[in-house]
């Protein structure tokens, strides 16, 4: 079996009075995507941070796995370790005085790249974050989507073999979001590993082979998107909305006819394994609206953390 890319082993974090991470092992194999969700708070951007070496686990431990050589421990070798890895964080860490360009090729110094080397790779990560025709643009003339995409571009300098993603698509419009994800599909088929958090749920059932379910610093789920949904949610799910939608709640015939019933705001949400006896129920309402659709990751995240709003941090 091919050895974990990443692997870390009962990891700790606490602050003060408060555990942020507590107990968290998960592993990465190579040419894989592990997606981090759970809500704010739930110690997902400190996992992150203490693969990276920037926070220092208070327990566990984080190895990684080089081609050809001795097995590499954070933060003792994360010298070594960061030279293999690509970062694209929450926020946007581009040098406003240097072009897209210049922006790739002052990084790649960073790696040891010598003149030579950028001057092929530059180009080609440009064409590949689509920004060829801004390579002399600087960072304040770019749209949004185009920054994140440069920042990708970026942390592709060394040519990594993992990416950890912070929320790589976060406060991009759907074309933009759409455009990434096909960059990193595309990373993920010619074998590099990814480690994303997302608040995204249709982001990480598109990108994510795997996913590990955070909430209050602790792992309460890992699996497969399909079979995490599979194995916590009832397949078929009908929401009810519209004036006198929530005493729907209440009625014990159509409580009946559903195996779980949800509140949220104005929305009835009934699971079932059958929803025709229930949509036929729902026909002496035709004042209300109503939707049918097959459970998906939302749903899933909403029964494991919970409905409740919470506050960052």
Same mark, same amino acid.
């Given at each position: 079996?091919?050895?974990?890319?990443?692997?870390?082993?009962?990891?700790?974090?606490?602050?003060?009075?408060?555990?942020?991470?507590?107990?968290?092992?998960?592993?990465?194999?190579?040419?894989?995507?592990?997606?981090?969700?759970?809500?704010?708070?739930?110690?997902?951007?400190?996992?992150?941070?203490?693969?990276?070496?920037?926070?220092?686990?208070?327990?566990?431990?984080?190895?990684?796995?080089?081609?050809?050589?001795?097995?590499?421990?954070?933060?003792?070798?994360?010298?070594?370790?960061?030279?293999?890895?690509?970062?694209?964080?929450?926020?946007?860490?581009?040098?406003?005085?240097?072009?897209?360009?210049?922006?790739?090729?002052?990084?790649?110094?960073?790696?040891?790249?010598?003149?030579?080397?950028?001057?092929?790779?530059?180009?080609?990560?440009?064409?590949?974050?689509?920004?060829?025709?801004?390579?002399?643009?600087?960072?304040?003339?770019?749209?949004?989507?185009?920054?994140?995409?440069?920042? #990708?571009?970026? /942390? =592709?300098?060394?040519? *990594?073999? @993992?990416?950890? %993603?912070?929320? +790589?698509?976060?406060?991009? &419009?759907?074309?933009?979001?759409?455009?990434?994800?096909?960059?990193?599909?595309?990373?993920?088929?010619?074998?590099?590993?990814?480690?994303?958090?997302?608040?995204?749920?249709?982001?990480?059932?598109?990108?994510?082979?795997?996913?590990?379910?955070?909430?209050?610093?602790?792992?309460?789920?890992?699996?497969?998107?399909?079979?995490?949904?599979?194995?916590?949610?009832?397949?078929?799910?009908?929401?009810?909305?519209?004036?006198?939608?929530?005493?729907?709640?209440?009625?014990?015939?159509?409580?009946?006819?559903?195996?779980?019933?949800?509140?949220?705001?104005?929305?009835?949400?009934?699971?079932?394994?059958?929803?025709?006896? #229930?949509?036929? /129920? =729902?026909?002496?309402? *035709?004042? @209300?609206?109503? %939707?049918?659709? +097959?459970?998906?990751?939302? &749903?899933?995240?909403?029964?494991?953390?919970?409905?409740?709003?919470?506050?960052?941090?």
């Amino acid at each position: 079996m091919t050895a974990p890319l990443l692997q870390a082993q009962d990891l700790r974090k606490t602050y003060g009075d408060s555990t942020v991470v507590n107990g968290v092992s998960f592993a990465i194999e190579p040419g894989e995507c592990l997606g981090v969700i759970g809500p704010n708070g739930a110690g997902k951007t400190t996992t992150i941070r203490m693969c990276l070496g920037l926070t220092t686990p208070d327990g566990g431990s984080i190895h990684y796995q080089p081609v050809g050589g001795p097995l590499l421990q954070m933060p003792r070798d994360a010298l070594a370790i960061k030279a293999e890895i690509g970062v694209v964080t929450q926020f946007d860490s581009l040098d406003p005085d240097f072009t897209c360009l210049e922006n790739l090729r002052v990084f790649g110094r960073y790696f040891g790249l010598g003149a030579r080397v950028m001057d092929e790779r530059a180009p080609r990560l440009l064409e590949f974050a689509a920004l060829t025709h801004k390579a002399h643009a600087k960072p304040g003339e770019l749209s949004g989507g185009m920054k994140r995409r440069l920042s #990708l571009a970026r /942390a =592709l300098v060394n040519e *990594p073999r @993992l990416l950890l %993603l912070d929320e +790589p698509t976060t406060g991009l &419009d759907p074309q933009a979001r759409h455009l990434m994800w096909e960059r990193l599909q595309r990373l993920v088929q010619a074998g590099t590993s990814i480690l994303l958090t997302t608040h995204f749920m249709d982001e990480a059932e598109r990108l994510c082979s795997r996913l590990l379910v955070l909430d209050h610093g602790r792992k309460i789920a890992e699996g497969a998107p399909r079979a995490l949904i599979a194995e916590h949610l009832e397949p078929e799910v009908v929401e009810v909305y519209g004036a006198g939608a929530l005493a729907l709640a209440q009625d014990a015939a159509l409580q009946a006819l559903a195996a779980r019933t949800e509140v949220s705001g104005e929305t009835v949400f009934f699971y079932t394994r059958e929803a025709r006896p #229930l949509l036929d /129920a =729902l026909l002496q309402h *035709p004042h @209300l609206r109503t %939707l049918h659709r +097959p459970a998906n990751l939302e &749903d899933l995240f909403l029964k494991l953390t919970g409905r409740q709003i919470r506050e960052d941090g």
